[in-house]
């Protein structure tokens, strides 16, 4: 059975900086893509990043593009969200999920495993 555990999410001011990792067990985690979800309260999951397998195919959301990066370390089976220059906006849970093939989408559907969410909090 697959887990992801993230962590790392919390409070902090507008402008601020989290890093999110996500743990992966259950299943060889360099065979497939990982992304990075979240959703605010009274709002649809929506997407947020995404990496393949090797690191190639990463896609982000436009409204995070330039200010969140994703990177994955194979060999500890993590996928982190660095999330800087961070706005109000962004206040959501943020999910990880393991995608059902190897390289990176911007569709949930094509993600079959996922996280428990972890709070980001944004204040003005």
């Known amino acids: 059975q697959v887990q992801l555990v993230e962590s790392g999410g919390g409070m902090v001011q507008a402008g601020g900086s989290l890093r999110l990792s996500c743990a992966a067990s259950?299943?060889?985690?360099?065979?497939?893509?990982m992304g990075w979800f979240r959703q605010a309260p009274g709002k649809e999951r929506e997407f947020v990043s995404s990496?393949?397998?090797?690191?190639?195919?990463?896609y982000y959301a436009d409204s995070v593009k330039g200010r969140f990066t994703i990177s994955r370390t194979n060999a500890k089976n993590t996928v982190y969200l660095q999330m800087n220059s961070l706005k109000p906006e962004d206040t959501a849970v943020y999910y990880c999920?393991?995608?059902?093939?190897?390289?990176?989408?911007?569709?949930?559907?094509?993600?079959?495993?996922w996280g428990q969410g972890t709070q980001v909090t944004v204040s003005s």
């Open positions: 999920a393991q995608a059902m093939r190897s390289t990176g989408s911007t569709f949930a559907r094509d993600y079959n495993y």
């Open positions: 990496m393949g397998r090797s690191g190639g195919s990463t």
């Open positions: 259950g299943r060889t985690f360099s065979s497939y893509a």
